[in-house]
């Protein structure tokens, strides 16, 4: 059974590493600087929007996955694993034990993660709802060009329609550059 995830957040470096000011400003047709924080803060915020939709993490983060329980297989619930990084458990002791990759396997199959224990048998579990921790990459090492370009039409319309907001926010065209990448739970 899971019991937590945590992912790492991703930060507004990793974000304007992907789209600039500049670039921004460069999609939006803008030349002046007394928008900047403004800009900024759309291009944060479609990124997001982004994230949400796709359901995954864009940008290269870690995520840990906690479980109290001794298993044979698990999937985890996180999207877009690109690697199992490390699997540990905490023992009676309060000492963390770090599993050799040697006894586990682990599949990805379209971004999920699958772990089976080969012959591991844990005899001194602690008793906590984060007993057993597995970290794992997530995100993509390379943002799909249609991933980048939906961002850059999000933030673009957040620009544009700003003072015009009916409802949710919805733009099609970014949907559809995304689909493929997207998902769905």
Not at 48 to 53: F, R
Not at 177 to 184: G, I, S, V
Request: glycine share 2%.
């Amino acid at each position: 059974m899971i019991t937590a995830v945590n992912i790492t957040p991703v930060t507004q470096a990793q974000i304007l590493t992907i789209m600039s000011l500049d670039n921004a400003k460069f999609q939006l047709k803008i030349d002046h600087d007394y928008e900047d924080d403004l800009i900024t803060s759309y291009v944060e915020a479609a990124f997001s929007q982004a994230e949400d939709y796709l359901g995954s993490s864009i940008v290269e983060t870690y995520a840990e996955v906690f479980t109290n329980k001794q298993f044979t297989s698990i999937t985890l619930p996180v999207y877009n694993v690109t690697a199992v990084n490390q699997v540990s458990y905490t023992n009676t002791n309060d000492a963390n034990i770090i599993i050799p990759a040697s006894d586990y396997t682990f599949v990805i199959d379209q971004g999920n993660v699958t772990i089976e224990y080969t012959g591991l048998d844990i005899t001194d579990l602690k008793a906590d709802s984060k007993a057993i921790k597995i970290t794992v990459t997530t995100g993509f090492n390379k943002i799909p060009v249609s991933i980048i370009q939906a961002i850059k039409l999000i933030m673009s319309d957040m620009y544009e329609y700003r003072s015009n907001r009916l409802g949710n926010f919805a733009n099609s065209v970014a949907a559809n550059l995304m689909r493929k990448y997207k998902q769905f739970v």
